[in-house]
């Protein structure tokens, strides 16, 4: 596999809701577009993609910029050459 020009960010997070309850995670990668993204967007991003709602306090630690292939492009691609199954009955 050859060099990539791709950034993903790799981080642990925590995440209350203000209904009660929460959601962690630990080593999370998302796509990015730069060599450098805020704790604030890094939150933004985690939130949006997961689709949570009623969202309070947003931790994220151990925040490292990796150089990787995207994942994104690459799943949507094999998506669409993947056969689609019938639902189950």
């Known amino acids: ?5 791709d950034r993903r960010v790799q981080f642990d997070f925590a995440i209350d809701f203000v ?14 577009d730069s060599d450098q ?7 933004a991003s985690i939130v949006r ?16 910029i990796i150089k990787e292939r995207h ?3 690459a799943a949507a691609v ?6 689609r199954l019938p639902p189950a009955a």
């Open 1 to 5: 596999m050859g060099e990539t020009d």
């Open 19 to 32: 209904n009660g309850g929460g959601v962690q995670g630990q080593g999370f990668r998302l796509d990015i």
């Open 37 to 43: 993204i805020t704790d604030a967007d890094v939150a």
């Open 49 to 64: 993609d997961l689709r949570l709602l009623m969202v309070g306090d947003v931790r994220i630690s151990n925040k490292l």
């Open 71 to 73: 994942k994104r492009a």
């Open 78 to 83: 094999a998506s669409l050459t993947q056969p």
